[in-house]
C-alpha cells in the first residue's frame, strides 16, 4: 500500500524559501507521476507541480512558475517541493499525491503539511 508523509511546512516571512518533503513508500514509482497540490482556508484544492518519476518531466502551475522547483531523490523514495520568494497568497496547506500512469486522476494523497507566509 502506498503512503506519502509530507513534512517540512512552517510559518515564513514573505521573501523567504522554504522546502517541503514528501516520503513515498509501499512500492517502486517507476510508474507514478508525482503531484504538490496545494488548499488555503475557503478555496478549492489546486495544482501546484508534478514531477513524472521515471523520465524527470516536470509540470508548474503558472502562479508558482520561476519560483518553485519540483524534484525526486530516487534513492530515497522521496519527493521535494523547493519553493522560493514566498508570497502570502502561497500560504496553503501543501498536500503530496500520486498517480499511476494507468490513472488519471492522482488516487494517493499524504496528510500536508501547513506553509503560512507573512509580510
Known amino acids: 500500500q502506498v503512503q506519502l508523509v509530507e513534512s517540512g511546512g512552517g510559518l515564513v516571512q514573505a521573501g523567504e524559501s522554504l522546502t517541503l518533503s514528501c516520503g513515498a513508500s509501499?512500492?517502486?514509482?517507476?510508474?507514478?507521476?508525482m503531484g504538490w497540490f496545494r488548499q488555503a482556508p475557503g478555496k478549492e484544492r489546486e495544482f501546484v507541480a508534478a514531477?513524472?518519476?521515471?523520465?524527470?518531466?516536470?509540470n508548474y502551475a503558472d502562479s508558482v512558475k520561476g519560483r518553485f522547483t519540483i524534484a525526486t531523490d530516487n534513492a530515497n523514495n522521496t519527493v521535494y517541493l523547493q519553493m522560493n520568494t514566498l508570497k502570502p497568497e502561497d500560504t496553503a496547506r501543501y498536500y503530496c499525491?500520486?498517480?499511476?500512469?494507468?490513472?488519471?486522476?492522482?488516487?494517493?494523497w499524504g496528510q500536508g503539511t501547513q506553509v503560512t507566509v507573512f509580510l
Open positions: 499525491a500520486a498517480r499511476h500512469r494507468a490513472l488519471r486522476e492522482f488516487s494517493v
Open positions: 514531477i513524472t518519476w521515471s523520465t524527470g518531466s516536470t
Open positions: 509501499g512500492r517502486t514509482f517507476n510508474y507514478f507521476t
